[in-house]
């Protein structure tokens, strides 16, 4: 079975940056995309990015000057960092498959709530 | 990006239909998608490119739709259906976007 764990600490100061791993189990990451949801306080949820089986990324524009996601295939795992951190970060972070060809979500991790203050 | 809009919250009573709409800002093609999610959960995927089930899913669950107009039903509705649901797009990429959410309460 496909499982997703997110991890990461729960605090961050605001200007610092936000890095969180996904650990996969059941399924390589070399194979599909991997990526990164978030849902603030009143539900508005955003998709941040995404890794391919490849390596390859794609951001959201409004975030691409300050979010990374990489990936250790040794570790079967996926992380997230994004830099420059306000209070409009602080959410509830996920990670999860892209399923099929048609980019939906088909697994999730249970999420990770990250408050930035200071 | 494509605005997803959704009606935020219905109530209805076990064994009726509902039915929870999603309307694009612009065309998606079929390419949308169906989460529900509970409290303190993370959201697990109902139906996928409009209309198809998706994995171990009753089949109270059904979605419908095409270009930007979009409907999830559930019918015969039972307790354990109260939840948000989400619709989401991957037509038009970067960015995927979801919809705000409508709370489904069950009477």
């Known amino acids: 079975e496909v499982q997703l764990q997110e991890s990461g600490p729960g605090l961050v100061k605001p200007s610092q940056s936000l890095s969180l791993t996904c650990s996969v189990t059941?399924?390589?990451?070399?194979?599909?995309?991997w990526g990164w949801i978030r849902k603030f306080p009143g539900n508005k949820m955003e998709c941040m990015g995404y890794?391919?089986?490849?390596?390859?990324?794609s951001y959201n524009p409004s975030l691409k000057s300050r979010i990374s996601i990489t990936r250790d295939t040794s570790k079967n795992q996926f992380c997230l960092q994004l830099n420059s951190v306000t209070s409009e970060d602080t959410a509830t972070y996920y990670c999860?498959?892209?399923?099929?060809?048609?980019?939906?979500?088909?697994?999730w991790g249970q999420g990770v709530m990250v408050t930035v203050s200071s | 990006d494509t605005v997803l809009t959704q009606s935020p919250a219905l109530a209805v009573s076990p064994g009726e239909r509902v039915s929870i709409s999603c309307r694009a800002s612009?065309?998606?093609?079929?390419?949308m998608h169906w989460y529900q999610q509970k409290p303190g959960q993370q959201p697990k995927l109902l139906i996928y490119?409009?209309?198809n089930l998706a994995s171990g899913v009753p089949a109270r669950f059904s979605g419908s739709g095409s270009g930007t107009d979009f409907t999830l039903t559930i019918y015969p509705v039972e307790a354990d259906d109260t939840a948000t649901y989400f619709c989401?797009?991957?037509?038009?990429?970067?960015?995927?976007?979801f919809g705000s959410g409508t709370k489904l309460e069950i009477k």
């Open positions: 999860a498959r892209y399923g099929g060809n048609y980019f939906y979500f088909d697994y």
């Open positions: 890794i391919s089986y490849s390596g390859s990324t």
């Open positions: 490119k409009a209309s």
């Open positions: 612009e065309g998606v093609n079929s390419y």
């Open positions: 059941g399924y390589s990451i070399t194979s599909n995309y």
């Open positions: 989401q797009q991957s037509w038009n990429d970067p960015p995927l976007t």
